[in-house]
T-cell receptor, first 117, second 112 residues
């Protein structure tokens, strides 16, 4: 079974609108972390937001928020007020095990987001 | 802001040649990683390195691959005899072991 599933290969959103990028995960480890990275066409991987499995509140970072639904094992990224510069590939990733252990990240297949005027 | 630096940004090599990809992690970080991304595909874990030894490696990381921390700052990935299927973007990452790993800008390796 896939550990990280991103079911939307491509998404379009109009500038200034909000968009939700889906991510579901699968793990039996009670300690885990969920990450979102942005990869623009230039190729670098930019960290956006993190949610720990024991965090009570949904993570927020500026225009990014993570809709964490633990029982459903989903960790959707919400981008509010989309900008043209948000056009990029977005990857959801998971670290299994506690933070601080240096564990690897497992990535999903990504969602290509295109922001239109 | 400190960042992970990778060189070169793009490397073209002939099949069968050895390549060394270089990375300078963030200076106070303890954990180092290599990931690769074949064009249009997802990012895959290759190897993690801690305390001067490999802590975990994937099935991709076979005998053709090796990693080294030759001095206090550099972290290298060597591919001994490159194959066409090694063509990919290779990312180095480092972590202080807290939350996120910081990625470098990547080295695009093209094997011809």
């Amino acid at each position: 079974a896939q550990k990280i599933t991103q079911t939307q290969p491509g998404m379009f959103v109009q500038e200034k609108e909000a968009v939700t990028l889906d991510c579901t995960y699968d793990t039996s480890d009670p300690s885990y972390g969920l990450f979102w990275y942005k990869q623009p066409s230039s190729g670098e991987m930019i960290f956006l937001i993190y949610q720990g499995s024991y965090d009570q509140q949904n993570a927020t970072e500026g225009r990014y928020s993570l809709n964490f639904q633990k029982a459903r094992k989903s960790a959707n990224l919400v981008i509010s007020a989309s900008q043209l510069g948000d056009s990029a590939m977005y990857f959801c990733a998971m670290r299994e095990g506690r933070a601080g252990g240096g564990n690897k990240l497992t990535f999903g297949t990504g969602t290509q987001l295109k922001v239109e005027l | 802001e400190p960042e992970v630096t990778q060189t070169p940004s793009h490397q073209v090599t002939q099949m069968g040649q050895e390549v060394i990809l270089r990375c300078v992690p963030i200076s106070n970080h303890l954990y180092f990683y290599w990931y690769r991304q074949i064009l249009g595909q997802k990012v895959e874990f290759l190897v993690s390195f801690y305390n001067n030894e490999i802590s975990e490696k994937s099935e991709i990381f076979d005998d053709q691959f090796s990693v080294e921390r030759p001095d206090g700052s550099n972290f290298t990935l060597k591919i001994r005899s490159t194959k066409l299927e090694d063509s990919a973007m290779y990312f180095c990452a480092s972590s202080a072991g807290r939350i996120e790993a910081f990625f470098g800008q990547g080295t695009r390796l093209t094997v011809v």
